[in-house]
């Protein structure tokens, strides 16, 4: 099993930034892939970005430019830069991670327990 902890969710107003973080533990050998979704009230959830072991990283268009997601493999940590934060960045961010590539439609069997960010003036 592979054990997923966020951090550094909060409050933060539009244009603003703010860096998540993910600690990853356990059977760390199961996971190539480790990535971060996110989702609104009332809304499905959403993949945001995503990241090999490697480092090749890829996002979605709706945060490309504005976000940057990046890995520290020896500590087992992933981030996520977000900058120009918009009200519609709203949403719990979640932690993934995979054997398998993520993707929009095909998030991992590990999660976190998710971190709150909220853009509002």
């Known amino acids: 099993q592979v054990q997923l902890v966020e951090s550094g969710g909060g409050l933060v107003q539009p244009g603003g930034s703010l860096r998540l973080s993910c600690a990853a533990s356990?059977?760390?050998?199961?996971?190539?892939?480790m990535g971060w979704y996110r989702q609104a009230p009332g809304k499905q959830r959403e993949w945001v970005a995503a990241?090999?072991?490697?480092?090749?990283?890829r996002s979605a268009d709706s945060v490309k430019g504005r976000f940057t997601i990046s890995r520290d493999t020896p500590k087992n940590m992933v981030y996520l830069q977000m900058s120009s934060l918009k009200p519609e960045d709203t949403a719990v961010y979640y932690c993934?991670?995979?054997?398998?590539?993520?993707?929009?439609?095909?998030?991992?069997?590990?999660w976190g327990q998710g971190t709150q960010v909220t853009v509002s003036s």
């Open positions: 990241i090999t072991r490697g480092g090749s990283a």
């Open positions: 356990g059977s760390i050998f199961l996971v190539n892939d």
């Open positions: 993934n991670a995979d054997r398998f590539a993520l993707g929009p439609d095909r998030p991992g069997p590990y």
